[in-house]
């Protein structure tokens, strides 16, 4: 299985572990697509198209009132012409390659309609990391948005299960060391840029970005800087 990966990614954010990770697995994809939304500034994207080869970019907009990652989704979709499509984020990375004995096992012979994490017990399908086929994609409402009664793909789960879709649970199926999760990352990120107190996980966040300078050739001088002003402060015990 050859997926396409629809990824969104905010314009003001880079993502060095995540575009390294891309770079030493790339042939296992058919198309990566990489749908930009505004995010105020910085505006990282011709840095990161600069960086990342043998990527598809879109430039992205929503209307009025429309939720931006429903937006992005869909344009990105659009694009995919992929019997699969893994919708992943930018803190999620395979760690170990029997991770992908999952998603090639029970999309092939074993004929699921789709692959993925729950976010806690019961919870939505996570869009961290959700395999599906497409036939089964082109039969949901194409709804991505956060909703009254849910965060983003919750209504797209809740969709599958209505289909009667036979989705399987990757982390009942997998070794929990196989891949990590983050989470908060792009959160975090913002929350630098505005000068704020990071509050979600800061020693995991200081831990990742010290990871990403660890080595500089693919890196924005002004990320850089930011990135390393907010470590020192936060080294001080004002981050």
């Known amino acids: 299985m050859r997926p396409d990966i629809i990824v969104t990614w905010p314009e003001s954010c880079d993502y060095p ?4 990770w891309l770079a030493s697995e790339r042939e296992r994809f058919a198309q990566v697509i990489v749908a930009f ?38 344009a990105a979709l659009r694009v995919s012409d992929a019997d699969w499509v893994w919708f992943t984020e930018q803190d ?25 994490t729950r ?23 194409h709804d991505f948005s956060v909703t009254e009664d849910g ?8 969709d599958l299960e209505a289909l009667g879709a036979r989705v399987v649970d990757l982390d009942y199926w997998s070794d929990p060391s196989w891949y990590s999760h983050m989470a908060g990352l792009s959160h975090n990120h913002s929350l630098v840029e505005r000068g704020w107190p990071v509050t979600y996980k800061p ?36 981050g």
């Open 17 to 20: 572990l995540w575009r390294r």
């Open 37 to 74: 939304s505004p995010a105020g500034r910085p505006d990282l994207r011709e840095h990161v198209r600069s960086v990342t080869p043998d990527v598809t970019f879109l430039d992205t907009r929503w209307e009025d009132g429309r939720d931006w990652r429903d937006a992005a989704v869909n």
């Open 92 to 116: 999620f990375l395979v760690e170990d390659p029997r991770f992908w004995s999952v998603p090639d096992a029970f999309g092939g012979c074993m004929r699921a309609s789709a692959i993925g």
């Open 119 to 141: 976010q806690g017990e019961e919870g939505r399908w996570h869009p961290c990391c959700l395999f599906v086929r497409r036939t089964t994609i082109d039969l949901t409402s």
């Open 151 to 158: 965060d983003h793909f919750a209504r797209f789960g809740r």
């Open 203 to 238: 020693d995991e966040f200081a831990r990742y970005l010290l990871e990403c300078l660890g080595r500089r050739d693919d890196l924005d001088a002004g990320w850089v800087s930011q990135a390393a002003g907010w470590l020192e402060r936060y080294s001080e015990g004002r």
